[in-house]
């Protein structure tokens, strides 16, 4: 696998799936917004060629006609032509509803590696700490709460009142809520997408300290990818709660469903590469913006192996020429 032209081709990939979902920002119809992605995140794979198998995607063959788990994607093969082999994750439309209502923080993103580089996680959900890289080995799942926050601002040089932790907005978090509000740090809850938010928490300046509490797994495999390369910390255990979880856990030879992942054990590929492109305006990335003649996408771009933070800012031109030309910023 050749990371590095690789993790442009990928950021193709999301760029159209970004542009597809973006133009239908606010239209409070998240089916359609993820739909587009899909169909345009698929179609930007076919031009690439790898024999890409998704290892994470919109779900099962029967329930997700485009991108589902073991789906094959990559340019047709031609004789004589091995394209590498890559496991890929995806989440053509990470925060549907944020898009749909045109909040803050939707992103199309992918992750990928070679072959078994990246945990098969099921669809269940995963309770997860998320911070930086000042937070080496300091996170632990099995502390009390203002534990954690303690050790994060020790980490991080400050005190516990001048932490920010994000924590989705769910019924679920009411106690991690109410611990976080009693041990003193600021919160900010979002509706949706601890996925961009993990990111946020691993990079400086973008105002989080640490993401707190329950999520998708899928989505927490994602964030790993990118923390692999950020050097950020992460510890995650799946919330396997029912039979039919348990079940369907160890059918994915997972042997202890208990286990706590670090950032390594849910993103163990050698060369992993993380791309996401912004759909509507974010901490980290600027939305799609439309104009008359084009678009300009602004996008994230992660390698591990070469180990490089590339942000890309991409004027779409459309085919007509003339016009106003390309603005500079
Ligand atoms: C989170 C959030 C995602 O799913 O992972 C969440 O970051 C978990 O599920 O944006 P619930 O919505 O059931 O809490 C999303 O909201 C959607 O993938």
């Given at each position: ?86 496991d ?25 590696s070679e072959?078994g580089g990246l ?149 163990p590929g050698?060369?992993v ?57």
């Amino acid at each position: 696998m050749v990371e590095e032209s690789l993790a442009f081709e990928f950021v193709r990939v999301v760029e159209s799936a970004a542009l597809e979902s973006a133009r239908t920002m606010g239209q409070g119809d998240g089916e359609s917004a993820d739909r587009a992605a899909v169909q345009a995140m698929r179609a930007a794979f076919e031009q690439i060629p790898i024999r890409g198998t998704i290892v994470i995607g919109e779900g099962e063959r029967d329930q997700a006609p485009m991108l589902y788990i073991g789906e094959v994607v990559g340019a047709p093969a031609q004789p004589g032509f091995e394209y590498p082999a890559v496991d890929i994750a995806v989440d053509p439309l990470e925060g549907t509803n944020l898009c749909a209502t045109g909040a803050a923080n939707s992103i199309a993103v992918l992750a990928a590696s070679e072959p078994g580089g990246l945990l098969h996680a099921p669809d269940c959900y995963m309770e997860k700490i998320i911070a930086g890289p000042a937070c080496k080995d300091a996170l632990d799942l099995d502390a009390p709460v203002k534990y954690n926050l303690k050790a994060i601002a020790h980490c991080l040089d400050r005190q516990v009142k001048d932490l920010v932790i994000m924590v989705l907005d769910r019924p679920r978090h009411q106690e991690l809520i109410q611990q976080i509000r009693t041990a003193g740090a600021r919160i900010r809850l979002i509706g949706d997408g601890d996925l961009s938010a993990g990111i946020a928490a691993a990079v400086r300046g973008a105002g989080v300290h640490a993401v707190m509490g329950t999520g998708g797994a899928p989505e927490g495999v994602i964030t790993a990818a990118a923390l692999k390369c950020l050097h950020g910390e992460m510890v995650g255990r799946l919330v396997v709660n029912t039979p039919e979880l348990h079940e369907r856990v160890a059918s994915m030879g997972i042997r202890d469903p208990k286990k706590i992942y670090t950032v390594n054990d849910l993103a163990p590929g050698q060369q992993v590469i993380f791309a996401a492109c912004g759909v509507t305006d974010g901490a980290l990335l600027h939305g799609v913006r439309f104009w008359g003649e084009g678009a300009r996408t602004h996008s994230l771009v992660l390698t591990s192996a070469s180990r490089k933070v590339r942000f890309v800012d991409t004027v779409h031109m459309s085919k007509a020429p003339g016009g106003r030309g390309v603005r500079l910023y």
